[in-house]
């Protein structure tokens, strides 16, 4: 490997702003007052945040060293499995800023926004070709989102055809939000055991389903990085009870242009617009989880509908069976303008090709890496593999110390001890956009990394060494958040 990657120059030491603080220092010089002083209303006064007092070069230093101490894909790879960390082109961005956009309200009259209506209308359209299926919807705002809404569908047809059920099957390696959303729907999860080969068995589907069975949740590519290759006779045994099937697809990257949904027995899924359509997953801002039916869900999808009437886009509320509405208005539309101006740029050659490129780079680390990390399931995969410590276990080094050491090779670490199926689950995610250049660093990286393991296991205990701060008490940073300065 090249020079490491991992931090060593000059990243510069940055105290709170509070701490940086001192009364009376100022941001901007007016000039000297010519007019007496008019003082403030006596309940106005004192009643102020308590800001520190800083310099305009103070706040702007802050701020830059700040961002600096950041990592995102703009930085480097973030091989963060089930996270579809790619590079979005920053076009989209662009186009989902123009102010017509960007300025609209979201209160402003159907007769002003036809635009942005429009659009809506088209992503629709696309979303239900890319997946194969009937109609979609853009209202809800994550992927755990869309598949509550997917529940409330599943719940919705149940009821409208009179037989109510109370359980939905779910299998081990679904993603942990799946068993969350179908308790939030009042359903019961019925877990399944995944087979020998990671994936879900017609039989172990067989066993469970029954008549109080709702439906199956199943996660396509599952959170092995795993085609679910029984995914046609698992939908024929579940329709053959009167159940329907639901379709995690966060991992659409992996299939898209490739699987059409609809056609292999799915009636209803959701898609991650912020994994696979040019806004980043884990970014911390708005996300968007369209979900898509089939025909004989349509009528229970979310309102309003976008509607075209007599030439001109309206919002159609007049849906008795509706499951009602998601949230307050339209849903997340910069993340819909960022996912249209994607799926325009691209093509459909374009999609699939992407996903080629996904499958190829995730099958290129896992052959490569294969004899340095042990592969638990060693077949082809999608857009993401697993590996696990096994191989360094022996030297007492974990999941976690590699994870931590990758940083000092200038690398984000992969997911880590996901899916729960893997004992010590090392889960990576290159996506289409790395070149071989960054998978070969990557690998060499890994390489290293099992090296010390193998002659200097200390140094993965205390990594990592080069950043910022050493191992963090995670627990405590997540329970017990000091947010104020
Ligand atoms: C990311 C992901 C989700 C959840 O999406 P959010 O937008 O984070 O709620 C659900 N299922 C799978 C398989 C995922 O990878």
């Excluded at 010390?452 to 990592?464: F, M, N, S, V």
Aim: proline share 7%.
């Amino acid at each position: 490997m090249n020079d490491s990657l991992g931090t060593t120059g000059l990243i510069l030491n940055e105290p709170l702003l509070w701490e940086k603080g001192k009364a009376g220092r100022c941001g901007f010089s007016l000039p000297k007052r010519d007019v007496d002083p008019c003082p403030l209303e006596p309940e106005l006064v004192g009643h102020g945040p308590d800001f520190p007092d800083l310099s305009e070069v103070d706040v702007v230093r802050h701020y830059t060293r700040l961002s600096q101490w950041n990592f995102g894909v703009d930085t480097g790879m973030y091989p963060l499995g089930s996270c579809t960390m790619k590079y979005n082109p920053k076009t989209n961005e662009r186009q989902a800023s123009l102010p017509g956009f960007s300025g609209a309200h979201p209160l402003i009259p159907e007769s002003l926004c036809q635009g942005i209506l429009q659009m809506m209308a088209e992503l629709e359209a696309y979303l239900a070709e890319i997946t194969g299926m009937d109609a979609a919807t853009l209202q809800p705002a994550a992927g755990a989102h869309g598949e509550l809404t997917g529940m409330l569908l599943i719940h919705a047809w149940h009821r409208k055809r009179g037989g109510q059920r109370t359980r939905i099957i779910v299998p081990d390696t679904a993603h942990g939000t799946n068993p969350a959303s179908v308790t939030l729907c009042g359903y019961r999860p019925v877990p399944v055991v995944s087979n020998d080969r990671g994936i879900l068995s017609a039989e172990a589907v067989a066993a469970v389903m029954d008549e109080d069975t709702a439906g199956i949740m199943i996660t396509n590519p599952n959170t092995l990085g795993l085609f679910e290759e029984g995914i046609l006779e698992i939908a024929r045994i579940v329709h053959a009870k009167g159940g329907l099937v639901y379709c995690d697809g966060a991992n659409m990257n992996a299939v898209m242009g490739v699987v059409k949904m609809g056609k292999i027995g799915v009636d209803v899924m959701h898609l991650n617009l912020h994994k696979t359509f040019s806004t980043p997953h884990g970014g911390g801002g708005p996300g968007s989880g369209p979900v898509c039916v089939k025909k004989d869900l349509e009528p229970f999808l979310p309102v309003p509908r976008i509607v075209k009437r007599e030439g001109r886009f309206a919002l159609d509320h007049d849906r008795p069976d509706s499951i009602g509405r998601l949230q307050a208005f339209y849903g997340n539309v910069g993340v819909m303008l960022k996912a249209y101006s994607y799926i325009r740029a691209m093509g459909p050659e374009g999609l699939k090709k992407a996903s080629q490129m996904a499958v190829l780079n995730a099958n290129y680390l896992k052959e490569m890496l294969k004899t340095t990390l042990h592969l638990p399931y060693d077949r082809p995969c999608m857009h993401e593999c697993v590996f696990t410590d096994k191989f360094q276990a022996p030297h007492h080094v974990t999941t976690l110390d590699m994870a931590k050491r990758l940083m000092d090779y200038g690398f984000h670490p992969p997911t880590v001890y996901f899916p729960l199926v893997v004992a010590g689950a090392i889960m990576m995610e290159p996506t289409e956009t790395e070149s071989k250049e960054d998978l070969d660093n990557y690998i060499a990286a890994f390489e290293a990394i099992a090296e010390e393991a193998k002659t200097e296991p200390g140094l993965l205990r205390h990594a990592p060494r080069k950043c910022k701060v050493r191992r963090l008490d995670e627990t405590a940073a997540a329970r017990k958040p000091c947010l104020a300065g």
